[in-house]
């Protein structure tokens, strides 16, 4: 079955950096778009950036544009989202999801669990 | 950018109908997908492309979609269907992104 298992999150101070890998089995990796989505601690869901199936188009919400980089190795069937300039909004459980279409983007039919990142001093 | 708006809240009793709305400009013309999150659990895919439902899902669960609202069913309304829900569409008017309904929380009786 898809698997779709996060990690890399932690408390981090503001302004540093973090990177996020999300390993992914149980698929063909390769054929599909790939995301990030995020929750603040008692808020709703945020989509945060999307990747296509061959990495050739890349897209990010206003809100990380600029400061976090999603990227992806097939050979490793894993996903990463490199995060600089981290504030404390930035706080929250992100999540990786896959998208039913190759390139971005529709919905997210399959998720990983989620990993936790504190932005604090 | 598009707005997608949910009541905060719906309650219904055991066995009857929860109607969950979506509201948004000319959502008709957009594919609207639904998701389901209970408390500490990821997100799970319930209902896409408006009114198909993925493999595992019960056939309670079921949508629909005109003019400027989508609506999610759930049928027969069960204690463990208890949980947020979240609308969602895909955005391409200016750049392509994903967005999501503030969510509603289904209360059970």
């Known amino acids: 079955q898809v698997q779709l298992v996060e990690s890399g999150g932690g408390v981090v101070q503001p302004g540093r950096s973090l990177r996020l890998s999300c390993a992914a089995s149980g698929f063909t990796f390769s054929n599909f778009a790939v995301h990030w989505l995020r929750q603040a601690p008692g808020k709703g869901l945020e989509w945060a950036a999307v990747i296509s199936f061959d990495g050739s188009e890349k897209y990010y919400a206003d809100s990380v544009k600029g400061r976090f980089t999603i990227s992806r190795d097939n050979s490793k069937n894993t996903l990463y989202l490199q995060m600089d300039s981290l504030r404390p909004e930035d706080t929250a459980v992100y999540y990786c999801a896959s998208d039913a279409l190759k390139y971005s983007g529709s919905y997210f039919d399959s998720w990983g669990q989620g990993t936790l990142v504190t932005v604090s001093s | 950018s598009y707005v997608l708006t949910q009541p905060p809240s719906v309650s219904v009793a055991p066995g009857q109908t929860a109607n969950i709305t979506c509201g948004g400009d000319n959502i008709e013309r957009k594919s609207v997908h639904w998701y389901q999150q209970r408390p500490g659990q990821a997100p799970v895919l319930v209902v896409y492309d408006d009114r198909f439902r993925p493999s595992g899902i019960p056939e309670r669960f079921s949508g629909s979609n005109s003019g400027n609202t989508a609506t999610l069913i759930i049928s027969r309304v069960e204690a463990g269907d208890e949980a947020d829900y979240f609308c969602?569409?895909?955005?391409?008017?200016?750049?392509?992104?994903?967005?999501f309904g503030g969510g509603t929380k289904l209360t059970v009786l």
């Open positions: 969602q569409v895909w955005d391409t008017s200016g750049d392509h992104r994903g967005v």
